[in-house]
């Protein structure tokens, strides 16, 4: 009786434990995902076997990574194979095909029961895993599959309801030299591949792959048989020589040991790691299928690369074939850089630590090629490299093969190797290197890349040419010039370009980055000169006409007649105006951009259907979409017709393709989203600064220039605030996301300054956490604009004070003015701003001043209002100042003001905690100076000049009855009025100036 009651007993605490498990699972996991993983809403899902698997290009299987080993679903129901991919599996041979990553191998699990079988399965991106089932008749097989994001092993759990038998085998791929092997060791079978002692090898290359089962218990052919409801597990570690010296043995050791123990850690650690990728940033824009692929492209990405891992190649890990297309190398010319663009803004920075170090790794060979072949300094690459110092695009090692491949039998074209009449390999890379350094402002990296950038720098200074006043670039080409089948062999005919846009923006962005970088550093000081001079004369980007419009001219002079036309901007010549070099956009040059918008317009009329906007089927998704945001295109349209070619050429598994590469598409969706919810490329942080205003939409941090991370939400119209994490504790320079409305700061959730103007700048602490919030205005101070008696350009003056923040104002002119003032009208005003040069004035006027001065009313004095009232000595004391017109003696010197218009005035803040001049460093301006004028002992400095023709204090404030009146010398023109420091001066002058009134 005891024994039965104790087996009841424990039979239903078991299930009454499992309920609660169930319960609390299927709580947390709803948790989770409407509390942080936004991305588990979206799968790829698979109602059919992979079509193109194996294949040398993109997969469209089902696919899973750990950013070093990449699994792809191949095969049907009843012979599923799990091909695996390695990031650091090569064959170093300096020739494709046959040189490049290669496939290790493979997992075949035959289950004959499902020949026929329904095919089902998802890609759970959240996860990262891919949950199949496959039904046929009455028996159902579930097979769960995941590449653990912590280690060298991918894990294969299935789970049959009927009764069933499965055979399984490990295979590596053979072939192409390779030297193979296989055996078993415990419980573990395993094979290895390796590529050694083969001429022209660079170094060899081993990888071991070794296989457990849990669960059962398998023959010596592999059979295990299934059992109703009953969970087998296969276990593969995965190793190379990269990994461990001891690579098979690792990889057998690792296999034996596993046991389902620590297989449910390696889950819970995989779930930990991808649960903290999706917390490093997160966007919702309120469309699913654009969503469904910003994420899809995200985990891709993720399942693509890792920083402590060799980089990938074109195609990734998900190798399915030995000879990938293009080697699967790294090429050079925009293939290796694109798939990381965006993982910069989303703050998945640590998928970018593995790309330099194969650019770093072949900076010899780059010196070599630069000395040998061109006879300069600095570094030159060819089109295409790979891991640790190896070259992949040598041109065919016989004449022979030349001939048969390129239709030519010179085989020896610059030096053996591939440069295809480009320059600009090396320094292409360097717009990955600044996009993280901006990003981060980290002093480690900048010294770990900071060499490669100075022999780039080295590179240019030789190369370039001074010609006419401008640098001008001979010989690098637009695009890759080289024989091939097409041409019949013929192809020098096409050498030539002149001032490429490609090259001209490229070598721009290098040398303001390395103005950015060395003063950064603190090194190289003495080289500065020559690279600014180089920044401020390069070429200009050459402009034609299309109907009669201004439109982009790709190259300046070419003897291509594709280039020699005007075909307006497109892929090749955003690399080098937009994307990666950052150095164009409608804050850098209004006007330029309006000619980039105007070729962006005509995309359209070049499409023959729907996804072939902007020409991307072949390349270029990642690079025109995301700049057509940048320029300022209408967002709408841009989404519309992402949408279109997502449509148009995507694969199952969410990865959108293009005919010329891989893994470059990871980055359009992603890129393009995040510049819509927010910008910095010019150091200016936007906010929804390209986005339908009328959407909702929110991001939740994504990274800025300065080391920000930053997040904030639109709502009906309205942004609710932004957030910002420093990292760097840099200064942050902010277009006011609330435009004509004050701003609150919060630091540390601690109100602080309050801010105000189109834009702003505010100091930041590393680790400070901030907000900015709009000011909901009670009340719009108004000012009276006071002119008359001296000209101004009241267009740029008055947009000049629409963009102050949240004052209203009224205009009038002298002599209205005075009479106004000496009414009871003036009392509606919280201060009076003049900018008026006067001379008439009456007993009764003099007296209303003094009497508005004595009850403390704010005045604000502007430039040539000091020259006001020559006749009047008591001006001098209310102003604090005086400008002598005509000749006057004083104390026995006889003095004559001076003027001079159109110079650059070094301005010195003299009190840097008067809330006048808070946040304001010292600047420069172009204005005009005011010499030998005088000054009242009682002023108190806000501003000062060594400029040799101005007096020296040109902002003071004076105390005068109840009033504290403040004077700015400077405000002559447009170029004043447009200046941010000056902007900022004022506007804080009048808030100071009304706050310090306020009855």
């Not at 370009?497 to 550093?521: A, E, P, Q």
């Not at 009329?605 to 940048?630: H, Q, Y």
């Not at 630091?747 to 309050?754: D, S, V």
Request: with cysteine.
């Amino acid at each position: 009786m005891n024994h039965i009651f104790r087996t009841t007993t424990m039979q239903r605490i078991c299930l009454l434990t499992i309920i609660l498990l169930c319960f609390l699972r299927e709580g947390n996991a709803q948790d989770g995902n409407a509390r942080q993983i936004y991305a588990g809403r979206y799968k790829a899902i698979f109602t059919s076997p992979p079509a193109k698997v194996p294949t040398s290009k993109t997969p469209d299987g089902p696919l899973a990574g750990n950013g070093d080993i990449g699994l792809t679903l191949g095969g049907k129901p009843d012979k599923l194979v799990f091909y695996l991919g390695k990031n650091d599996f090569w064959r170093a041979y300096p020739v494709y095909p046959g040189g490049g990553i290669a496939l290790p191998g493979w997992l075949e699990m035959n289950i004959p029961a499902l020949s026929g079988a329904d095919y089902y399965a998802e890609q759970i991106q959240d996860k990262a895993e891919i949950v199949a089932k496959f039904a046929k008749n009455d028996l159902s097989v579930r097979v769960n599959t995941w590449v653990s994001a912590t280690a060298n092993t991918v894990v294969v759990e299935l789970e049959s309801d009927k009764a069933s038998s499965m055979n399984f085998a490990l295979k590596a791929a053979e072939g192409n030299t390779s030297v193979n092997a296989s055996g078993v060791e415990g419980n573990a079978y395993w094979v290895t591949r390796s590529f050694e002692n083969t001429p022209m090898l660079a170094w060899p290359s081993h990888v071991a792959m070794a296989v457990k089962v849990l669960g059962a218990k398998p023959d010596k052919t592999g059979n295990v048989d299934l059992k109703p409801n009953t969970k087998v597990t296969l276990v593969v570690a995965m190793y190379t020589n990269f990994d461990a010296k001891d690579w098979k043995q690792k990889a057998i050791k690792v296999a034996n040991t596993a046991t389902e123990t620590t297989i449910n850690q390696l889950r819970k650690d995989h779930y930990a790691w991808w649960e903290r990728f999706w917390e490093e940033s997160e966007v919702q824009i309120g469309d699913p299928f654009l969503e469904k692929y910003y994420y899809a492209s995200q985990y891709l990405f993720g399942a693509t690369s890792r920083g402590n891992k060799f980089a990938p190649g074109i195609w990734g890990p998900f190798i399915t074939k030995d000879s990938a297309a293009w080697g699967g190398d790294y090429h050079l010319n925009y293939n290796y850089q694109a798939p990381y663009w965006a993982s910069y803004s989303s703050n998945h920075i640590d998928e970018t630590d593995n790309f330099d170090k194969p650019l770093l790794d072949y900076m010899e060979h780059g010196k070599e090629h630069a000395k040998a072949l061109l006879g300069i300094r600095g570094i030159y690459y060819p089109v295409g490299i790979g891991p640790l110092g190896l070259v992949t695009t040598r041109w065919p090692l016989t004449p022979d093969e030349m001939e048969k491949r390129y239709a030519s039998r010179e085989n020896t074209i610059d030096g053996g190797y591939k440069f295809l009449g480009q320059k600009v390999n090396a320094v292409f890379s360097v717009g990955n290197m600044l996009m993280r350094f901006y990003s981060t402002y980290d002093a480690a990296y900048a010294r770990k890349v900071y060499p490669y950038m100075l022999e780039c720098a080295n590179f240019w200074e030789d190369y370039l040419k001074f010609e006419n006043g401008r640098y001008v670039i001979q010989m690098d080409h637009y695009n890759e010039v080289m024989p091939n089948l097409k041409n019949k062999g013929q192809w020098r005919q096409l050498l030539g370009d002149f001032n490429s846009t490609l090259s001209v923006g490229l070598v721009k962005m290098l040398f303001k980055g390395m103005i950015d970088v060395s003063t950064f550093l603190k090194v190289d000081t003495a080289r500065v000169q020559k690279w600014q001079h180089i920044v401020d004369h390069m070429s200009k980007f050459t402009i034609g006409e299309v109907d009669g419009q201004p439109s982009l001219k790709n190259v300046e002079t070419s003897p291509s007649p594709t280039h020699s036309r005007v075909e307006g901007l497109a892929r090749v010549s955003i690399h080098g105006l937009i994307l990666p070099s950052g150095i164009c956009g409608p804050k850098t040059d209004s006007a330029f951009n309006r000619i980039l918008l105007g070729d962006i317009g005509r995309w359209k009329d070049k499409m023959k259907g729907p996804g072939e906007w902007a020409n991307t089927l072949g390349n270029g998704i990642e690079t025109c979409f995301p700049a057509a945001v940048r320029v300022g295109y209408d967002a709408d349209e841009i989404m519309r017709q992402l949408t279109d070619r997502i449509k148009r050429q995507s694969l199952p598994n969410l990865w959108i393709t293009a005919e010329g590469g891989g893994i470059e598409t990871l980055s359009a969706v992603p890129l393009t989203i995040n510049e819509m919810m927010m910008q910095s490329y010019e150091g200016i942080l936007r906010v929804f600064p390209n986005w339908n205003k009328a959407k909702n939409a929110s991001f939740n941090q994504l990274r800025a220039y300065g080391a920000f991370l930053v997040s904030s939400q639109l709502e009906q119209g309205e942004i609710k605030f932004v957030k910002l994490l420093s990292e760097a504790g840099r200064p942050c320079i902010v277009e006011n996301p609330w435009p004509g409305h004050s701003v609150q700061l919060l630091r540390n959730g601690q109100k602080a300054e309050r801010l105000s103007g189109s834009q702003f700048s505010f100091p930041t602490k590393r680790g400070e956490r901030l907000e900015m919030v709009k000011i909901q205005a009670q009340h719009k101070s108004r000012l009276l604009i006071i002119t008359g008696g001296h000209g101004f350009k009241k267009v740029q003056f008055y947009n000049m004070l629409d963009s102050l923040g949240d004052f209203s104002y009224d205009k009038i002119e002298q002599p209205k003015a005075n009479e106004l003032i000496a009414s009871p009208e003036v009392d509606k005003y919280d201060a009076l701003v003049f900018y008026d040069l006067a001379d008439s004035i009456t007993a009764p006027q003099k007296r209303a001043y003094l009497q508005l001065l004595k009850k403390g009313k704010a005045m604000i004095f502007l430039h040539h209002a000091m020259v006001s009232y020559q006749k009047w000595d008591k001006f001098q004391e209310i102003l604090g100042g005086r400008y002598y017109a005509d000749p006057v003696v004083v104390n026995g010197d006889t003095l004559r003001s001076t003027y001079q218009h159109g110079v650059v005035i070094p301005v010195k803040i003299e009190d840097r905690n008067h809330p006048i001049t808070r946040g304001l460093s010292d600047f420069e301006i172009y204005d005009e100076v005011y010499g030998n004028f005088g000054t009242q002992p009682t002023i108190r400095p806000l501003l000062s000049t060594t400029h040799p023709q101005s007096s020296k204090y040109i902002a003071w404030t004076n105390p005068f009855g109840g009033s504290e009146v403040l004077f700015i010398q400077l405000g002559h023109g447009p170029e004043t009025f447009a200046n941010p420091n000056y902007r900022k001066l004022l506007r804080q002058g009048i808030e100071w100036s009304i706050r310090k009134h306020a009855r």
